[in-house]
């Protein structure tokens, strides 16, 4: 019984990474038109209005989003496919959000968190110029 149930879990996992990848994979094919500074304002304007930002929260949090998108440039733009890019975008994303836990209120913070998806989709119609 427990073997059947490791066995789903794996499965669930296996399906759950190869959709989300093939998912995430279109999105570095549309970022690599952009650059670090592009998708870096891009994002820091979305969270501005979104968070509602601090005059002392904006340069900080333009800083790291700035840092992490030079970061990400490699892994949107190098060859590696599936698995190995998913897999170092989201340490480099983890990492930006351990910097961004500290310059944000809680509250925004979890904001944030939440409305990871729907920024991803704001930033990339900002970039697309929609």
Excluded: C, H, W
């Excluded at 975008?89 to 961004?100: P, R, S, V």
């Amino acid at each position: 019984m427990n073997n059947v149930v490791t066995n789903t879990l794996k499965l669930g996992l296996f399906l759950a990474m190869t959709f989300g990848t093939a998912a995430r994979a279109d999105d570095f094919d549309q970022l690599k038109a952009t650059t670090p500074s592009e998708r870096a304002a891009a994002q820091t304007e979305y969270m501005k209005n979104r968070l509602g930002l601090t005059d002392a929260q904006m340069p900080k949090i333009a800083a790291i989003n700035q840092k992490y998108a030079e970061q990400m440039e490699p892994v949107i733009k190098g060859a590696d496919g599936g698995l190995g890019k998913m897999l170092k975008a989201q340490a480099i994303q983890e990492n930006k959000d351990a910097e961004l836990r500290q310059i944000l209120t809680p509250d925004q913070f979890e904001r944030f968190a939440s409305s990871k998806d729907e920024m991803r989709e704001a930033v990339k119609r900002v970039l697309r110029k929609e």
